[in-house]
Each structure stands twice: as structure tokens, then as C-alpha cells.
């Protein structure tokens, strides 16, 4: 059974740093390119970051480039998101998944906030 299982979420004030994980199983992690998506309320997903399958290269969106860096473990078959200089802007339900878009996890929710 695939599984993508995020955590690391919670409440943060502006400026503030939390760092994701998204934990895999059930399929061969190292060989997909792995992205996160976010879903702030009431709006629409939003692609956030991605990565190629050897960690190699890097791709933000506009929004959080700068403050955030995705990375990868193979070897412990997890995705990392360190999220620094945190905006109320990115509140968001954040969500790991393969590029594909075949697998994803349940999310982790991000709330920035005084």
C-alpha cells in the first residue's frame, strides 16, 4: 500500500520557521520526482516546490522562493520542506506527492499567525 504521510505542521508567528516531513512507503521513492503542493482556505492548490528523483534539482514557485528549501533522504525515503521567514500568506494545508500526481499524503496544516 502506498503511503505519504506528512507532519511537522503547527501554529507559528510571522517571521517563524517550521520544517515538514513527508515519510513514504509502498512504492520506489528514490526513483520519483517528489513535489509539495498547499491549499490555503478557500482557494485552490498551489504548487510550492519540487524535486527530481536524485535531489539534483531544485524548483519553487515564485511565492517562496527564498525562504523555503526542499530536500530528500532516499536513503530514509522522506521528503523534507524547511520553511523560514514564515508570512501569514502561507497558512495553507500542505500536501506531499509524487510529480505525477499519483500519490499523495493527507496533508499537514500550516497556520501563521500573531
Known amino acids: 500500500e502506498v503511503q505519504l504521510v506528512e507532519s511537522g505542521g503547527g501554529v507559528v508567528q510571522p517571521g517563524g520557521s517550521l520544517r515538514l516531513s513527508c515519510a513514504a512507503s509502498?512504492?520506489?521513492?528514490?526513483?520519483?520526482?517528489m513535489t509539495w503542493v498547499r491549499q490555503a482556505p478557500g482557494r485552490g492548490l498551489e504548487w510550492v516546490s519540487g524535486v527530481v528523483s536524485d535531489g539534483g534539482t531544485l524548483t519553487y514557485a515564485d511565492s517562496v522562493k527564498g525562504r523555503f528549501t526542499i530536500s530528500r533522504d532516499n536513503a530514509k525515503n522522506t521528503l523534507y520542506l524547511q520553511m523560514n521567514s514564515l508570512e501569514p500568506e502561507d497558512t495553507a494545508i500542505y500536501y506531499c506527492?509524487?510529480?505525477?500526481?499519483?500519490?499523495w499524503g493527507r496533508g499537514t496544516q500550516v497556520t501563521v499567525s500573531s
Open positions: 506527492a509524487n510529480l505525477r500526481g499519483d500519490y
Open positions: 509502498g512504492f520506489p521513492f528514490s526513483s520519483h520526482a
